[in-house]
T-cell receptor
Framework: KAGVTQTPRYLIKTRGQQVTLSCSPI?????VSWYQQTPGQGLQFLFE???????NKGNFPGRFSGRQFSNSRSEMNVSTLELGDSALYLC?????????????FGPGTRLTVL | QKEVEQNSGPLSVPEGAIASLNCTYS??????FFWYRQYSGKSPELIMF????GDKEDGRFTAQLNKASQYVSLLIRDSQPSDSATYLC??????????FGRGTSLIVHP
């Protein structure tokens, strides 16, 4: 069974630009969650999508948004990039939800904002 | 703000010893608790989850939960060098948002 895939793996952007990250969950998984990981703040929950609907949202500004398609693939968008957005962005998929059972994490997208 | 606290370590134990990792949380409404392992440069992988007070064992790993004292721990028996990693505690707070601790670095030396 294929694991969670994320594209691209690495990204370099400049301040003010926007970026879109993609996540393909494990086949059959309907929940996709997004996380930001930085050395200073650790792993922080961004939002979760289930069956194309945002189910939960963490404490991040509106510049961070996402969506999920009917095939459960998800995208995350960050607009007006700031230096502090440099981080590893991880997505995780699960059958029913981030808090109900096991999540499987993708390899992440390393975003660098210059 | 809901918090999950872990000692950052590093926790250094000899091979074959028991490693004890601890985590405290602030939200009394927390329902489920998870331990993840993250190797350097890799993504987290789930080791165990626990919902009820008491112990839950899986191979060399035992998770312990005490809701009254608001702590959850992970014991690793017969520690191996391959267990050297950062261990993340995650808690499902009453707001249904997963909150992660910053992790404890474990070093198992031969």
């Amino acid at each position: 069974k294929a694991g969670v895939t994320q594209t691209p793996r690495y990204l370099i952007k400049t301040r003010g630009q926007q970026v879109t990250l993609s996540c393909s969950p494990i086949s059959g998984h309907r929940s996709v969650s997004w996380y930001q990981q930085t050395p200073g703040q650790g792993l922080q929950f961004l939002f979760e999508y289930f069956s194309e609907t945002q189910r939960n949202k963490g404490n991040f500004p509106g510049r961070f948004s996402g969506r999920q398609f009917s095939n459960s693939r998800s995208e995350m968008n960050v607009s007006t990039l700031e230096l502090g957005d440099s981080a590893l962005y991880l997505c995780a998929s699960s059958l029913w939800g981030a808090l109900d059972n096991e999540q499987f994490f993708g390899p992440g997208t390393r975003l660098t904002v210059l | 703000q809901k918090e999950v606290e872990q000692n950052s370590g590093p926790l250094s134990v000899p091979e074959g010893a028991i490693a004890s990792l601890n985590c405290t949380y602030s939200d009394r409404g927390s329902q489920s608790f998870f331990w993840y392992r993250q190797y350097s440069g890799k993504s987290p992988e789930l080791i165990m989850f626990i919902y009820s007070n008491g112990d839950k064992e899986d191979g060399r790993f035992t998770a312990q939960l005490n809701k009254a004292s608001q702590y959850v721990s992970l014991l690793i028996r017969d520690s191996q060098p391959s267990d050297s990693a950062t261990y993340l505690c995650a808690v499902n707070g009453g707001s249904y948002i997963p909150t992660f601790g910053r992790g404890t670095s474990l070093i198992v030396h031969p």
